[in-house]
């Protein structure tokens, strides 16, 4: 919800109309009822995946006569496999969430052209600062009032988030831990939160492999990072009040 309110508000500031969808089958019911100059997916989306959609939507295509909506993948997989699936299911394109304002002006100046499928690599998360306000505001045009409504849903929604994840993680359930892992990943990129981020990215793509013992020093370690992640936050709102 976090990456959908942030891509839409930037969206519409460059003086495009938004129209969102839920869930993959929303996805799909809404471009069948309507036409669009591009689709942007996300490419976990509940009910149905953005590949699943994408699908669907060229399967559509082929039966009618009009050309093919270029269609953008929005996800944070850096993964090689999943640039690949991208294209293979007929997306246009790729962009790596948090979604900058540049990022969409690039975007939409190369649709006449072949939007690029980026390959990038992951740094440790301790190279990353706790919070950067400077870059996320960076992504989002110098828009300080969004970036404090992403803020506001941060901290309203990120606890739940990181509690189900530390509750997966001791309980064993790694389809749930990846699944809010995925999440908090892309809701602290959203506000600058790299070192989080970068940490629940690490979970995510190791959780499969990694002993008892180490998902013990995950559990503590998101504790601490969050801690001072909500601590970092309230000295920053703190000092930019009046």
């Known amino acids: ?20 969808a839920t869930n993959g089958r929303e996805a799909v019911d809404r471009f069948e009822d309507g036409r669009y100059d591009v689709v942007m997916l996300d490419i976990l989306m ?11 939507i060229r399967e559509k295509e082929q039966r009618g006569a009009a050309g093919q909506t ?12 999943v ?5 293979s299911v007929g997306m246009n394109g790729y962009l790596s969430k948090p979604v900058s304002d540049n990022d969409l002006k690039e975007l939409f100046e190369g649709l006449h052209g072949n939007a690029s499928l980026p390959e990038g690599g992951v740094d440790s998360p301790d190279t990353f600062a706790i919070l950067d306000q400077k870059v996320c505001l960076d992504n989002l045009g110098g828009d300080l ?33 990846e699944r809010h892992a995925h999440d908090l990943k ?3 990129a959203n506000i600058g939160a790299r070192r989080l981020s970068e940490l629940a ?42």
């Open 186 to 188: 892309g809701m602290a």
């Open 70 to 81: 270029p269609v953008i993948a929005l996800t944070s997989y850096s993964l090689k496999a």
């Open 46 to 56: 509940p009910d149905m995946d953005g590949f699943e959609v994408t699908s669907r």
């Open 1 to 20: 919800m976090i990456a959908q309110v942030n891509i839409r508000r930037l969206l519409e500031r460059q003086g495009v109309e938004v129209v969102c």
């Open 201 to 242: 990215r690490t979970i995510q793509n190791s959780i499969r492999t990694t002993r008892r013992e180490e998902l013990e020093i995950w559990t503590s370690r998101l504790r601490d990072e969050f801690r001072e992640l909500t601590d970092a936050i309230a000295a920053a709102e703190g000092s930019s009040s009046p």
């Open 145 to 177: 009032e969004l970036y404090h409504e992403i803020v506001t849903m941060f901290i309203e929604s990120a606890p739940v988030v990181v509690e189900g994840l530390i509750s997966a993680l001791d309980a064993g359930d790694t389809i749930q831990a």
């Open 83 to 87: 640039n690949d699936k991208c294209r």
